[in-house]
Nanobody, 124 residues
Framework: HLVESGGGLVQPGASLKLSCTAS????????VGWFRQAPGKEREFVGA????????YYADSVKGRFTISRDTPKTTVYLQMNSLKPEDTALYYC???????????????????WGQGTQVTVSS
């Protein structure tokens, strides 16, 4: 059971930091991905952090603007979003999975657990 938080309504160019926590668990054994889905569009991969080593990977559309990190106890994974654009507007989900190889990080079907999502709206 994953829970996302931190979404909201911001103006273009602003920043938001989303959080993803796992009830009663840590992410020690899980890679965590962030995905988003805008109205009328398919879900798309935003980025991910691998369970061991903490390597991060990003979609080209957010590279250089978004950063994924996690706290030391590995109870929370963050998505720092800077220089937000209207096209970043979407419902943002976090997902967790075990045993994901790098090439599968962008595949939502590879993840075992999902949150309910948090809405991010970028508008002037």
């Amino acid at each position: 059971h994953l829970v996302e938080s931190g979404g909201g309504l911001v103006q273009p160019g602003a920043s938001l930091k989303l959080s993803c926590t796992a009830s009663g668990r840590t992410f020690t054994a899980y890679s965590v991905g962030w995905f988003r889905q805008a109205p009328g569009k398919e879900r798309e991969f935003v980025g991910a952090i691998k369970r061991y080593g903490g390597s991060t990977y990003y979609a080209d559309s957010v590279k250089g603007r978004f950063t994924i990190s996690r706290d030391t106890p590995k109870t929370t994974v963050y998505l720092q979003m800077n220089s937000l654009k209207p096209e970043d507007t979407a419902l943002y989900y976090c997902a967790a999975g075990q045993g994901l190889i790098t090439s599968s990080l962008g595949n939502g079907a590879a993840y075992d657990y999902w949150g309910q999502g948090t809405q991010v709206t970028v508008s002037s």
